[in-house]
């Protein structure tokens, strides 16, 4: 390759980087391009190895598609964008992104990935039809409350290590808020993830009339519960107690105890 001088070379890699980011390329030759032209501007000469790399980019140029896969990866950006317009479809648009750079880049797909590409198409095209909205009914609806508010009883690691959960609960958040729409999914997914509390509400240690005993002013007291098992906004589930005092006091069930 013949020599060039660090101007034509800084030229061509602006142009290359250009190309790069119109083909809608994020990944590693349109960060090194954009390194190199930085330190080019600053006057800094890029080392053998990255000239011979810079160089070898520029004569290859943009990756090139077939009219088949150009197809193809206009209708994967279009339901990226779709989802990412979507609300809490952020997973959704990454993998579409992903997927809309394999197709870039030529590398195709397995039989599982072009599985879900179709998936999430068939999706795009549900939701624009309105065939994925869940009518709710009132029990369903108090139920998705209830199921909130079990979830903000999880501690804040056990969330953040659950990000598809947490987009689940934000998209029923924003349903409960009247500003917004669910799907079966939403609702199945999140019965299942909240199970185990879900058996616990639903098999309450206490009821109402019923007694436990509990420490009061550092002595255990026997005390009456007043109302049946609820979930508060922050996930305890609780009963409210009539104390020897005579307060009503609100206490996590499992801070009772039904023997002295």
Not at 17 to 24: F, L, P, Q, R
Not at 83 to 110: P, Q, T
Not at 113 to 141: C, F, P, R, Y
Not at 176 to 192: F, N, P
């Amino acid at each position: 390759m013949a020599r060039k001088s660090q101007a034509l070379r800084l030229n061509q890699a602006k142009s290359l980087h250009a190309e790069y980011v119109t083909a809608g390329f994020t990944d590693n030759p349109v960060s090194f391009l954009a390194d190199m032209i930085t330190r080019m501007n600053r006057g800094k000469y890029p080392t053998k190895r990255q000239r011979e790399w810079l160089d070898n980019l520029i004569e290859s140029g943009v990756p090139k598609i077939s009219e088949e896969d150009n197809t193809k990866l206009t209708t994967v950006l279009n339901t990226a964008t779709f989802f990412s317009k979507a609300g809490n479809r952020s997973w959704e648009s990454n993998v579409l992104n992903d997927f809309a750079n394999r197709i870039r880049k030529g590398w195709g797909f397995s039989d599982k990935q072009e599985a879900l590409l179709q998936k999430l198409l068939a999706k795009k095209e549900s939701e624009e039809n309105g065939e994925h909205i869940l009518i709710v009914t009132d029990e369903m609806e108090k139920e998705l409350k209830i199921l909130v508010n079990l979830y903000n009883g999880y501690s804040s690691l056990w969330r953040q290590e659950r990000p598809g959960l947490r987009s689940v609960v934000d998209a029923v958040r924003q349903y409960l808020s009247d500003d917004g729409v669910i799907e079966q999914y939403h609702y199945d997914r999140l019965r299942k993830a909240l199970a185990a509390k879900v058996k616990k509400l639903m098999n309450p240690r206490f009821v109402q009339n019923s007694h436990g005993f509990y420490n009061f002013d550092n002595e255990r007291c026997l005390i009456l519960c007043v109302a049946d098992t609820y979930v508060t906004p922050n996930g305890a589930i609780v009963n409210d107690w009539l104390l020897p005092s005579g307060e009503i006091k609100t206490i996590d069930q499992d801070r009772v105890s039904k023997r002295s």
